[in-house]
């Protein structure tokens, strides 16, 4: 009777020593998670892909071109209520100031990719020098992927880097506008795309792209 009891004990410990894994499949259905944006030649005829890798876009007038993408579709566990879990963020390395004034920063982003934490890093503007702290604190800082840095924004509050940045969640057509005026023609920008298949628990893929933009 002792042994049957001891028996009974182990047992328990086996079954109860036992946890079951969760098993995340892979989160998109090609297996690859295939992502491709270009520019939408029906608001900007002509605007094209060179060879060395830049799209050129054309001024015709409207204040903005648009950038369209196209997303893998995810595996059904990732899909909740026929929303898929996607997310895409969209940065720049193109800044406007005063109205008038266009710079680039040496950086890509506040903490998205590969940035200075205090946006203390130098920004040459004519025969001067300056931060993206300087600035912010004189006027309003308006980036290429639409978000802006105000003189009243707390640039070391924890939520600070998710506003600095702009984002379409949970469709796999993104599409963005972007700003273009005339004053722009001639200059360079790059705009940074980050796809994240699967924001939620459980396994997930980034894809990063860069789109390098002439204004013609």
Known sequence: MQKVKYLI??????????????????????????????????????AKLDTDGYWKVKYNGLQYFTIKGELAELNSQYVVNSV???????????????????????????????????LNKPLPVG??????????????LYNLAGYQITKNMCLNCPYTPTLLRTY???????????????????DTASIFIQVTYNSDNGRREIREKEMKIIFK
């Open 9 to 46: 004990i182990l047992s328990f410990l086996i079954v109860s020593g036992c946890k079951k894994e969760n098993v995340y499949p892979y989160p998109c259905l090609d297996g690859n998670c295939n992502t491709v944006f270009y520019i939408d030649t029906f608001v900007s005829p002509g």
């Open 84 to 118: 898929p879990l996607v997310e895409t963020k969209y940065d720049s390395d193109y800044w406007i100031a005063f109205d008038t004034l266009k710079f680039k920063t040496p950086m890509y982003s506040y903490l998205s990719w590969f940035s200075d934490n205090n």
């Open 127 to 140: 025969n001067k020098t300056y931060t993206i702290n300087n600035l912010s604190k004189m006027t309003d």
């Open 168 to 186: 379409s969640k949970y469709n796999y057509t993104p599409t963005k506008c972007i700003f273009f005026d005339k004053q722009m023609v001639g």
